[in-house]
């Protein structure tokens, strides 16, 4: 068949032709790619010799080539430059995909090989120590990836399985789908000058510049971060706020064909009825076996822990709030949801004399990207160059050759940073192409001898295949008169998914399932939450931030004001993501299906810590994707976990130096570089020479627990 994805692509480092590949291609490769795929499979069962590491597990490794990087590509594309015939075809691919992988992990033969494999293994630990530390874990995972995936169910159950997958991916695709529509359905349409007072003219610009690309006259804000987020802040027209407030908390609530209320909770109890099939009493139970929390008690815990450390200061800084705003409004005035950001802004202009836009004419986006990559230069000694011959899926998107301390390639990196209709909110990291390392069969006398083609022997020469790494976020867009100015949050977001892409970049592993990011997800944060620490710091900040019109640096008494200001309201933003990990656990520790009003559910869920009003009809399930259709459900408390992580481990960076390169060389070959090879905990405590504890985060944050 001809077919792109087949083709050779004549690219450099063999990038994604995205400027030649069209709708009409995806659909074709991915059915040859389930052909192939099977092919390899079946010649792994077949094969007459005894099972073995090699003949199975590492031969399972290097399976389904074809359909990974065009399912990879068709999702990424889908989440960030979406269409309705994409729509439309994920509806239609989805479940044969979910039958492709069931087919495959519920291939009875299969585990047999894979079982006796693991039990050869196992049964004789001195034969396990032969095996390498990733060579262990690529063994574990594979045997327990079968068992979480039914291979050790009756006929009947599998049935069960596979029914149960496959409606959970058409659900959360459909879930995904709803909210996109959901956003892109809703603006603020304002033709009075009058409704703009309070705005800074960034805000303004904006809308001007988004009411230009929709055909009308005005101002036109969105429920997209970088419109709705200024709006919230700085808006005076109260009646407003609450119209945006309202418009997002509602997405998704409406009685309509977007509504996801049905959807959320069948999702939730399609997983407990997973996790019931398969052994486990609660979903948290099932998905917390492999995660550094382990089980759903030490979550909990931790939850706790954070509650009686910060709610005490968050509810103090709630009521500085609602005093500064009785004081401007009258004492009958009622603090709502609508009004937090816009009076928080006022009492930190009052306390410090800043605003969340006082730096934006110092972040320029071409000089943060600046800043950001020559942080990772001066801590790693990586390098980025633009190559405009690499193809990119979108004007918007650029694309970088990076280059290692010593010069040799290191990865591809693209990135996508503004907003636009067909891309999904918030941002992310993801890879085009994992990093693994593969035997050069050059020197071998016949490839064509099964005996050679599968030696994997490490002796042999090993060529490292670099990944493809993207990053896509929803910065705040140029307009007419001006460049791209972020918010220091912007900022921050940015060094965010940057730790992530330094976390793919950095791969340097043998087998590409455990190359990168694909670790245990209470870790994967450590990286990207790690970066944050340098947005406040003066000696990054000096690198890059100059105003966009003068090239003047930031003032010292501005930096020295924002430090004072770090810990600003920082036990409100605690425990708002604590609400969201009680969230979180209150639809995956149930124990039995859920059958509560959604909202009811959600409100008596986030009780405990509620520090605003609760606004009828709101519902933040309907549109918490992280844990209905990403990878979160039961674990979204890693931010904060990954959080006392990344403050202990920065820690060493403040008594060593911030830009030490011993230290940061240490981060690389212990975190960085080894990906999902061996526990998590065992790679930190090699780094940081002791288990992390919550003291540095206290600290940083200024709690006294």
């Known amino acids: ?82 269409n309705p015939d994409m729509e439309a075809l994920a509806q239609k691919i989805s479940p044969v995909l979910s039958e492709h992988n069931n087919d495959i992990s519920l291939n009875p033969r299969l585990f047999q090989r894979v079982k006796a494999v693991y039990d050869e293994y196992h049964d004789n630990p001195k034969k396990l120590c032969q095996l390498s530390p990733e060579e262990q874990m690529l063994l574990k995972n594979t045997y327990d990836g079968f068992v979480r995936n039914g291979a050790n169910l009756d006929d009947e159950q599998k049935e069960d399985y596979r029914k149960t997958t496959t409606e959970l991916s058409q659900l959360t695709l459909q879930f995904s789908q709803n909210k996109l529509a959901e956003i892109n359905a809703f603006s603020l349409h304002i033709t009075d000058e009058k409704d703009l007072d309070g705005l800074q003219p960034s805000a303004i610009e904006a809308a001007r510049l988004c009411a230009k690309e929709k055909g009308t006259d005005g101002w036109v804000f969105t429920l997209n971060a970088p419109s709705f987020s200024p709006f919230m802040t700085y808006s005076s027209r109260r009646e407003l706020r609450q119209r945006m407030y309202m418009a997002y908390h509602t997405i998704c609530c409406h009685d309509n064909k977007e509504n996801n209320m049905e959807i959320c909770r069948r999702i939730v109890n399609l997983r407990l009825h997973l996790a019931n099939l398969l052994g486990y009493e609660t979903y948290a139970d099932y998905k917390l076996v492999n995660r550094m929390a382990e089980n759903k008690e030490n979550v909990d815990r931790m939850l706790t822990q954070l509650i009686n450390a910060y709610m005490p ?238 090239g003047e640096p930031v003032p010292e008494d501005i930096i020295a004001r924002l430090q004072r200001s770090r810990n600003f309201n920082v036990a409100y933003a605690c425990i708002r993501q604590v609400s969201f990990g009680l969230l979180d656990m209150s639809y995956y520790e149930i124990k039995e299906p859920l059958s509560d009003d959604i909202i009811q559910h959600e409100r008596e869920a986030i009780q405990q810590v509620r520090l605003l009003p609760e606004v009828e009809g709101t519902c933040m399930t309907v549109q918490f994707s992280h844990i209905m259709a990403g990878g979160y459900a039961a674990g979204y408390y890693s931010y904060k976990w990954a959080e006392i992580l990344d403050a202990d481990a920065f820690s060493l960076f403040k008594q060593n130096g911030i830009f030490d390169r011993k230290t940061a060389q240490s981060f690389r070959d212990n975190i960085l570089s080894k990906g999902g090879t061996e526990h998590p905990m065992t790679l930190y405590k090699r780094f940081r020479g002791q288990e992390p504890t919550i003291k540095a985060l206290l600290e940083r944050n200024g709690i006294k627990n």
């Open 1 to 82: 068949m001809s077919n792109i994805f087949i083709e050779n692509y004549n690219t450099p480092h063999n990038t994604l032709p995205f400027d030649r590949i069209a709708l009409d291609d995806y659909e074709p490769a991915m059915i040859e790619g389930i052909n192939i795929e099977n092919e390899e499979i079946e010649r792994i069962v077949n094969n007459p010799e005894l099972p073995s590491f090699e003949n199975t597990i590492s031969a399972m490794e290097t399976t389904g080539e074809l359909l990974e990087r065009v399912t990879t590509t068709f999702f990424n594309i889908l989440s960030a430059e979406s």
């Open 313 to 550: 200061a968050a509810r103090k800084e709630v009521a500085e709030v609602e005093n500064l705003a009785k004081e401007m409004e009258g004492d009958d005035f009622q603090l709502m949801p609508w009004d937090f950001g816009y009076y928080a802004n006022k009492l930190l202009e009052r306390d410090y004399n800043i605003n969340s836009e006082l730096m934006r004419p110092y972040l320029e986006l071409s000089q943060v990207k600046k800043g950001v990559f020559g942080l990772a230069t001066r801590l790693y000694g990586i390098s980025f160059k633009p190559n405009h011959d690499i193809p990119v899926y979108h004007p918007d998107v650029d694309a970088y050759e990076v280059f290692d301390h010593d010069g040799k390639f290191l990865a591809v990196l693209y990135c996508d940073f503004h907003p636009r209709e067909g891309k999904r909110a918030g941002a992310w990291m993801t890879n085009y192409k994992e990093q693994w390392k593969e035997v050069d069969h050059s020197d071998l006398k016949d490839l064509n001898d099964p005996k050679d083609a599968n030696d994997t022997n490490d002796t042999k020469a090993l060529i490292d295949s670099r990944p493809h790494v993207s990053v896509v976020m929803n910065l705040t867009k140029p307009t007419d008169t001006k460049p791209a100015l972020l918010t220091l949050g912007e900022v921050e977001t940015f060094l965010h998914e940057f730790g992530h892409a330094l976390h793919g970049m950095f791969a340097n592993t043998r087998h590409k399932s455990l190359s990168g990011t694909n670790v245990y997800w209470d870790f994967v944060e450590l990286p990207s939450q790690f970066m944050e620490n340098y947005a406040l710091e003066p000696e990054f900040l000096n690198t890059f931030a100059f105003h966009y019109q003068t």
